[in-house]
């Protein structure tokens, strides 16, 4: 019998989304306004710490910020994290959801398991903790 599950909202998820990956770019830019050196290694450390969280919030089934607004990512099949391996590869699956018109991002507001297009293909759900 398949687990049930109780799928995190859109606002959790955009607010999750706006912790995880927003915030440290406009850390970035700001430090990049003030001083161009400062603004280059921040810029770049943000990036290598986006994807250490991705790959951590595969491991362990939460991103930094999904573990702010109390939400988990898990393989809906089997109700465990995917792994960080998978969860780098499902950040580059979020490319679809921006095919037609960002609407895969916007499918979670009627989908019945509030799935975008990355988690269909990769077969992750998002869900209350």
């Known amino acids: 019998m398949a687990p049930t599950y109780s799928y995190a ?21 700001v430090c ?9 290694i921040v810029y770049l450390a943000a ?3 986006t994807f250490y969280n991705i790959f951590q919030g595969g491991k362990t ?3 930094w910020g999904q573990k702010i607004v109390g939400i ?10 995917l792994g960080g391996g998978l969860a780098i590869g499902r950040a580059f699956v ?11 991002y916007l ?3 009627w989908d019945a398991k509030k799935q975008t297009f990355a988690d269909k293909i990769m077969g992750t759900v998002v ?3």
């Not at 999750?16 to 850390?27: C, H, K, Q, R, S």
């Not at 988990?72 to 994290?81: C, F, I, N, S, V």
């Open 9 to 29: 909202s859109w606002g959790k998820r955009v607010g999750a989304f706006l912790l995880d990956f927003f915030l440290p770019g406009v850390v970035a830019l």
């Open 32 to 40: 990049l306004r003030i001083f161009i050196a400062l603004g280059v």
């Open 47 to 49: 990036i290598v710490w």
């Open 61 to 63: 089934g939460a991103r």
């Open 72 to 81: 988990r990512m898990l393989k809906e099949a089997t109700g465990q994290p």
């Open 94 to 104: 979020h490319f679809l959801d921006s095919l037609p018109c960002y609407l895969g």
């Open 107 to 109: 499918w979670p507001l």
């Open 127 to 129: 869900i209350n903790a």
